[in-house]
């Protein structure tokens, strides 16, 4: 079993930037592909940055350039750095992890994940 923790978020104005970090634990993180999904009101959930275990990255093309995922190993923690936001970022972010243990894929759907944090929320204002 693995235990997400997210936490950064907040309510910024349109532009500012926010880092969101998520804090893993109950399973070796090297182990773990990780990745970042966002939900806003009466919306499906959906796939924002993924980071798989050998360093390859995925996002959404609505955060290209935009948001950079990363990881910090030795404190089983991944991040999400959100800069120029704008007000349709505003949702609730998710972390989630999944074990791998010989792929270095970053996994972009949610069925493809089997542990989610409780989320936080981002609110960006025009």
């Known amino acids: 079993q693995v235990h997400l923790v997210e936490s950064g978020g907040g309510s910024v104005q349109a532009g500012d930037s926010l880092r969101l970090s998520c804090a893993a634990s109950?399973?070796?993180?090297?182990?773990?592909?990780m990745g970042w999904f966002r939900q806003a009101p009466g919306q499906e959930r959906e796939f924002v940055a993924a980071?798989?275990?050998?360093?390859?990255?995925a996002y959404a093309d609505s955060v290209k350039g935009r948001f950079t995922i990363s990881s910090d190993n030795a404190k089983n923690t991944v991040f999400l750095q959100l800069n120029s936001l704008k007000p349709e970022d505003t949702a609730v972010y998710f972390c989630a992890a999944r074990s791998t243990y010989f792929s270095n894929d970053a996994y972009t759907t949610t069925p493809q994940y089997q542990y989610w944090g409780q989320g936080t929320r981002v609110t960006v204002s025009p």
């Open positions: 980071l798989g275990n050998g360093g390859t990255t």
């Open positions: 109950g399973r070796t993180f090297s182990s773990l592909a």
